[in-house]
T-cell receptor
């Protein structure tokens, strides 16, 4: 079965330090991978996606993610965290078994807390 | 441009009542999705429309849930005989259709409707 795992419920970093939010996936076939961010009482905002090509993907607000096929991972990174990055982050994979419907399978989410 | 909008933002109802949740997708997006997000969980897929038709309704939990998109734009999620377990945030997303590779493009989400069943 297709699945996404975010092994950390919460990540704490100091402002200005690099951050990493982990994601691993399990799908058959080539995955389409996504990161979304959710602020309190708001919907999900798209950050970045990996479809094919360069394993390092750059997205919004200075975030990037690295696709690693051998480790089936797609970790989200940022070189220097801001307090305003504090939010709930979701990794998602497009279900390749769903033909062209594009439905997403989400991880449980990771709360990022950036302290001043 | 305008993003995905959802109304109402909050809905409180009593067990056994009927509710309707509305989604206005981004103009021109032919694909529309409904997801349900329970507290502390990631969103879970409910149903996908391509145009007016429900192309995949495999995520609907039971026959109390139904969704329509009669003109290929606005969609309504309908829940009959609501139960306390239906309490969640219902998210709508829309995306364009990439005709070159014949798949839907990135999904953009609305702010959600928080449904509380008392």
């Amino acid at each position: 079965a297709q699945s996404v795992a975010q092994p950390e419920d919460q990540v704490n970093v100091a402002e200005g330090n690099p951050l990493t939010v982990k994601c691993t996936y399990s799908v058959s076939g080539n995955p389409y991978l996504f990161w979304y961010v959710q602020y309190p009482n708001r919907g999900l905002q798209f950050l970045l996606k990996y479809i094919t090509g360069d394993n390092l993907v750059k997205g919004s607000y200075g975030f990037e993610a690295e696709f690693n096929k051998s480790q089936t991972s797609f970790h989200l990174k940022k070189p220097s965290a801001l307090v305003s990055d504090s939010a709930l982050y979701f990794c998602a994979v497009r279900d390749p078994g769903s033909s062209n419907t594009g439905k997403l399978i989400f991880g449980q989410g990771t709360t990022l807390q950036v302290k001043p | 441009g305008a993003g995905v909008s959802q109304t109402p933002s909050n809905k409180v109802t009593e067990k056994g009542k009927y509710v309707e949740l509305r989604c206005d997708p981004i103009s021109g997006h032919t694909a529309l999705y409904w997801y349900r997000q329970s507290l502390g969980q990631g969103p879970e897929f409910l149903i996908y429309f391509q145009g007016t038709g429900a192309a995949d309704d495999s995520g609907l939990p039971n026959d109390r849930f139904f969704a329509v998109r009669p003109e290929g734009s606005v969609s309504t999620l309908k829940i009959q005989r609501t139960e306390r377990g239906d309490s969640a945030v219902y998210l709508c997303a829309s995306s364009a259709w990439d005709s070159a590779v014949r798949v839907t493009d990135t999904q953009y989400f609305g702010p959600g409707t928080r449904l509380t069943v008392l």
